[in-house]
């Protein structure tokens, strides 16, 4: 690789445009330039100097901007599909041929392209995430490719500029020197007391201020740095879970993905806003919609089983503490967080029966059956009983004679019993569920007729711990702290020098905010006599204005 | 000049190196999370404690140096209960070669799982993990699963979906100690 050497003696790397000590411009086309690129202080981007072997490659594709932004618009693009129809988690079936079913009744044949194309699952799917993954590399390579040469190029700056660069900068004046020696003390004690940094050496003036506000774009991409490494934590075993489950009143389950913790629903409680109590204001939002929901809680109590207890070891379970979970306060230990997410009312938990004699109507008594745990059999006295022969909790049908359930819940229970009397020590077989009666024997003398039932709440919760939070947060900080830099600081630099013929040359440059570097410069020019400055950039815009309306 | 270009050749291939890796294992685990049982072939099985429909404790641990075969079942499952026949045969042709057999139910009554056991007329032990944390531990998510543990307590296969009489007999052999 060629180093550039500056007519001043300053070595540059290859790929400078302006040299990084004295600003002379480099290359023919800066030289021909009215006007110097002050991005990156015309320092060489590394990305710019090697170009040869594959990592090279690899690298300076990364570092380029136009890349950056293209991964954001299609980082943009891809999330906005992800938004049109629901995704994945957000869908009411599980399975995956289930989930495929959902997408095509609901969304049709478009909701059918959407599974099979993956974007039903598109924040999850690899592309997605490569994409992210290029993003982050780019914001790396991007910023140390263009922080470290603007930084090494803004600590050696020398005080003193070559002319060439002093009458490219967009502020520029030249013109007598009406005050000597004077003009430069004159400059500096006026420039400090603007808050700038001064350096005075070799007839030439530098004052700066607010260099830090250059550094704001990278502190910002190293916020969004730190965001994206706090997502990626994510994905690893430990830091984060997201675990749905349901538990029914009066059930102990194991919480998933908690270490031996168990809980206990002792009650679901769903309340109403009640017109008479509520404030005035609501009653009619109450009429509207009839009723509003005000709390939504289960009561738990939470377990812990000993540390040398087994899974399915419940019976040594030790209490942590009692609470109740509301929406927006969850029951928290242990780093985990259970949030009160979903309900299902009035499940059944027990029904009652009544034995009876059809012929007479005469009553034999009462039984109950626990649907959750029944009976063998339910002595009713005086030589009465009735025997469980099957209990079928969510009864379908019969399939070969054989009573069928479909699930484990009692969503439609349906009973075999033997029901035996003095009259009938035999016992009669009679198959009980909701609506329906079969006596596959023939004709019984006593029956069993549903009384009534018992219902019981299920309480759907959401089981979460999220140990990258603060590092999110951490990174949202720094982010704003970058952006913040960058926008409420201006780096502000006033150069005022000898020229060889004994002027005075001034040049003012900001990376934003030109009034106030103008403002600043009039104050000095003021109190130091200094020569009137251009704006060069109004200059130029004002002749490409003149070359038009000649044109037109 | 030759050594800076080098040195920044090796800085770049580092910090490449580092972010493909970081991001490719982090697609790797997100992508897989979900889809593989947390357990899997080889690991050590969870030791359990469950009682049967007698009261008696079983403890995974006490049939180390025997082959277990541990069914997950519910009575409502219809895979589940055709196989238990074909079970309980190959559990007699196998118990005295070292191989046990415990079928674990799915949080149900007594009454239900009293009521099949005779009606099958089952003699393996069957166990009912009542607060599902045995479901839990081992990740079971479709009924039937079934997993063969080996003599050292190691998961030797996982099997989801209903299994033939043969495949049963096939499997049993896999585990019995030598």
Known sequence: ?552 | MAQTKQQRLIMRTVILAVLVVAIVYTIFTSATKEKVAVLSVGDEAPDFTLVDLNGDEHRLSDYKGQGVFLNFWGTWCKPCAKEMPAMDRQYEVFKDKGVQTLAVNIAQSDFEVQRFTDQYGLDFPVVIDKTKSVMDAYNINPLPTTMLINPQGKIEKIITGEMTEQDIAAFMEQIVPE
């Open chain 1, 1 to 552: 690789m060629n180093k550039i050497m500056c007519a001043c003696g300053h070595e540059n790397p290859e790929g400078t445009v302006l040299c990084g000590s004295c600003g002379r411009p480099l290359t023919e086309e800066a030289e021909n330039q009215k006007l110097v690129d002050m991005r990156y202080e015309g320092s060489a981007r590394r990305s710019q100097t090697f170009n040869k072997s594959i990592v090279d490659k690899v690298w300076n594709f990364f570092s380029s901007v136009k890349v950056g932004v293209s991964l954001i618009v299609i980082i943009l693009v891809a999330a906005a599909i992800g938004t049109i129809l629901p995704q994945v988690f957000y869908v009411p079936a599980t399975g995956e041929t289930e989930i495929a079913a959902y997408y095509e009744r609901v969304y049709g044949t478009f909701g059918k392209l959407y599974y099979q194309l993956g974007l039903s699952d598109l924040y999850g799917s690899w592309w997605f995430q490569t994409l992210i993954g290029m993003l982050g590399i780019s914001l790396i390579v991007a910023s140390l490719d263009r922080v470290i040469p603007l930084y090494k190029s803004l600590k050696k700056q020398r005080t003193r500029r070559h002319e060439s660069f002093m009458k490219r900068q967009r502020v520029f004046g030249i013109g007598e020197n009406t005050l000597g020696e004077e003009t430069f003390a004159k400059s500096e004690e006026q420039l400090k007391g603007l808050g700038y940094n001064v350096k005075h050496e070799d007839g030439a003036v530098l004052g700066e201020k607010a260099r830090f506000s250059r550094w704001g774009p990278y502190i910002n991409h190293l916020g969004l740095i730190i965001f994206l490494f706090g997502v990626m934590l994510r994905a690893l075993p430990g830091f984060y879970v997201d675990e749905t489950m349901w538990i029914r009143e009066g059930e102990t389950r194991a919480i998933p993905e908690t270490p031996g913790y168990y809980l206990k629903s002792n009650e679901f409680i769903l309340e109403t806003y009640d017109k008479e109590q509520a404030d005035e204001v609501f009653n009619d939002a109450i009429e509207r919609v009839g009723t509003i929901a005000s709390n939504y809680q289960t009561d738990v109590v939470l377990y812990k089983k000993p540390e040398d207890a087994l899974p399915g070891q419940t019976d040594k379970l030790e209490e942590v503490k009692k609470d109740s979970i509301q929406v927006n306060e969850p029951l928290k230990f242990e780093g985990f967080a259970v949030y009160q997410m979903d309900f299902r009312l009035d499940e059944l938990r027990s029904m009652q029966f009544n034995l009876s004699n059809k012929a007479t109507g005469e009553s034999l008594g009462d039984l109950s059956v626990d649907l959750v745990e029944p009976e063998m059999s339910y002595d009713l006295g005086n030589g009465n009983k009735v025997e469980l022969l099957g209990y079928y909790p969510d009864f379908t049908g019969f399939e070969n004679g054989e009573p069928q359930t479909q699930s484990p819940i009692p969503n439609n229970p349906a009973f075999l019993v033997k029901m035996t009397t003095p009259e009938t020590p035999k016992g009669e077989t009679s198959f009980v569920a909701i609506k329906q009666t079969v006596e596959p024997f023939g004709d019984n003398k006593y029956k069993l007729e549903f009384q009534n039932v018992e219902t019981r709440d299920v309480s759907g919760l959401t089981i979460r711990k999220d140990k990258t939070l603060w590092i999110l947060a951490l990174g949202g900080l720094i982010f704003m702290i970058g952006v913040a830099q960058g926008s409420y600081w201006n780096h502000r630099r006033i150069w005022i020098h000898e020229t060889k013929d004994g002027q005075i040359a001034v040049a003012a440059h900001t990376n934003k905010n030109w009034l106030s570097v103008k403002k600043d410069l009039d104050q000095v020019t003021l109190v130091a006599n200094l020569p009137p400055y251009i704006d060069q950039h109004d200059l130029e815009a004002l002749e490409e204005k003149k070359d038009g309306e000649k044109s037109s």
